[in-house]
Structure formats: structure tokens, C-alpha cells
T-cell receptor, first 114, second 110 residues
Framework: NAGVTQTPKFRVLKTGQSMTLLCAQD?????MYWYRQDPGMGLRLIHY???????AKGEVPDGYNVSRLKKQNFLLGLESAAPSQTSVYFC?????????????FGSGTRLTVV | RKEVEQDPGPFNVPEGATVAFNCTYS??????FFWYRQDCRKEPKLLMS???SGNEDGRFTAQLNRASQYISLLIRDSKLSDSATYLC???????????FGTGTSLTVIP
């Protein structure tokens, strides 16, 4: 049982390049989330999804897009990367009704935009 | 004002010491409260929930004060393995979003 798997684990992008981060979970969780974590800022929610085919904006959605075409996958896209998007990105999933008890995080993606 | 605020520390304590962290939250509608632990360069992991009546799990005790809008985490008999960052997490019942504090860094010294 892999839980939540994020790919890639590390990436360096040049300003203006695009990329997609993949989050895959095998726990049949309904809800999935993308967070970014920056020094002194804590974890901030970018986008989230409460089910296949649905997405919603979080606290810091600008510059990112997401898709949830399959229940087990939640993709985070950067269309034109900027240095301000240098961060550690965490994906998480949970089942409704379990609150933070059911939160499972992936191991993170360290992204550097130069 | 941030939803959740924590003293970032760092807290450097000797083995065997007792250490306490506080966290304040700004929205009185907040309903659920948790402490997460995050090791260096790792993902956050749930440590324990925080109930109004207070709860204990081994050396860890969590308490909630709704009137003053803060939660606390007490660690007794600190171990080297307790060295980590402790994140305070708050959820409003009406929302799907969990708000994370910036974390409090703890280092337990031999």
C-alpha cells in the first residue's frame, strides 16, 4: 500500500517553463489537496478537489492549475514558472468525515525555479 | 491576521526536560484542532488531536482553551527523537480547508 505518491521528487525549472506535478493515491480517498510550504509561511493551500472532475481554489491559487480526471490522481500544473514558485509542494488526501485524522501527505516535491 | 500563529522557536531543551508549545487561532468558529509533527525535509504527520477536555498520549498532552482561542502541546521527559517541527492545525466546521501554523522547532540536546 503506497499511500500518496508524488512525482517528481525534485525539479529545477527555468523561468517561463511549464511542468506538471503528479499526485497519486491508492486509498480511494475522495478529497485531495495541493499545498506549498515556504520558510516562515507554513503550509498554504493552493487548490483542492472533493471528487473526480471537481476542483476548487485554495488560499494561493494564482499561477497554478489543477485537474482531477481520475479519482486517484490530482495534477498540479505550472504554465509559466516564476522564481516565486520555488517551494516544497505537498499533496495530501483524505476521506470526508475523518478530518485531519485521515490526512495522508505525500513525501513532497522540491521545485526550484531559476 | 493569520488564521493560526505559533512561536517559531527554536526551542533547545536537554533530554528529560518538559517543554510546552502554544498556538493561537483567530477564528472563533474553528471546530477541530490538531498537532502535526514534521521532521526535517519530510512530510507532516499527525501527532494528535486536541479535545476540549484535554487529551494525553504517553508523554504528550494537548489542551484547548476556547475562551482564549489557543491550543497547547506539552511534552514530558523529552527524547532526542522528539526533535522536529510541531505544526498546529485548525479547521472550521463549515470549510474544507485546514489551516496550518508555521511550526515550532524543537531540538532536544543530549
Amino acid at each position: 500500500n503506497a499511500g500518496v505518491t508524488q512525482t517528481p521528487k525534485f525539479r529545477v525549472l527555468k523561468t517561463g517553463q511549464s511542468m506538471t506535478l503528479l499526485c497519486a493515491q491508492d486509498m480511494n480517498h475522495e478529497y485531495m489537496y495541493w499545498y506549498r510550504q515556504d520558510p516562515g509561511m507554513g503550509l498554504r493551500l493552493i487548490h483542492y478537489s472533493v471528487g473526480e472532475g471537481t476542483t476548487a481554489k485554495g488560499e494561493v491559487p494564482d499561477g497554478y492549475n489543477v485537474s482531477r480526471l481520475k479519482k486517484q490522481n490530482f495534477l498540479l500544473g505550472l504554465e509559466s514558472a516564476a522564481p516565486s514558485q520555488t517551494s516544497v509542494y505537498f499533496c495530501a488526501s483524505r476521506t470526508p468525515g475523518q478530518g485531519a485524522f485521515g490526512y495522508t501527505f505525500g513525501s513532497g516535491t522540491r521545485l526550484t525555479v531559476v | 491576521r493569520k488564521e493560526v500563529e505559533q512561536d517559531p522557536g527554536p526551542f533547545n531543551v536537554p533530554e528529560g526536560a518538559t517543554v510546552a508549545f502554544n498556538c493561537t487561532y483567530s477564528n472563533s468558529a474553528s471546530q477541530s484542532f490538531f498537532w502535526y509533527r514534521q521532521d526535517c525535509r519530510k512530510e507532516p504527520k499527525l501527532l494528535m488531536s486536541v479535545y476540549s477536555s484535554g487529551n494525553e498520549d504517553g508523554r504528550f498532552t494537548a489542551q484547548l482553551n476556547r475562551a482564549s482561542q489557543y491550543i497547547s502541546l506539552l511534552i514530558r521527559d523529552s527524547k532526542l527523537s522528539d526533535s522536529a517541527t510541531y505544526l498546529c492545525v485548525v479547521n472550521r466546521n463549515t470549510g474544507n480547508q485546514f489551516y496550518f501554523g508555521t511550526g515550532t522547532s524543537l531540538t532536544v540536546i543530549p
